[in-house]
């Protein structure tokens, strides 16, 4: 049974910074690509960063670029997201993602399992 379990949101002040983790269980961690998305109340879910199973690939959002890092350790099965300079409209639940393609991909639609989310707020 595959399990990614975000943890690592919280509620900041605009300008903070936030780590979030995601560890997996039950697949084959480095043969996935890993994605970060992000839902706000009344918005669709949309994509924050991905990077490739061997954590050489990264894409991110216009909207966090230079601000987010994805990164993935392959010995302890998890990816992570730093998050930097958070801004209110950073305020979402973010869920973790993996999928089996070997490009990049930036829909849901892509990734075969989820996270439950972690919420996190920035208040301004």
């Known amino acids: 049974q595959v399990q990614l379990v975000e943890s690592g949101g919280g509620l900041v002040q605009a300008g903070d910074s936030l780590r979030l983790s995601c560890a997996a269980s039950?697949?084959?961690?480095?043969?996935?690509?890993m994605g970060w998305f992000r839902q706000a109340p009344g918005k669709e879910r949309e994509f924050v960063a991905a990077i490739r199973r061997n954590g050489g690939s990264t894409y991110y959002a216009d909207s966090v670029k230079g601000r987010f890092t994805i990164s993935v350790d392959n010995a302890k099965n998890t990816a992570y997201l730093q998050m930097n300079s958070l801004e209110p409209e950073d305020t979402a639940v973010y869920y973790c993602a993996a999928s089996p393609l070997v490009v990049l991909s930036t829909t849901p639609p892509t990734y075969s399992y989820w996270g439950q989310g972690t919420q996190v707020t920035v208040s301004s």
């Open positions: 039950g697949l084959t961690f480095s043969t996935y690509n």
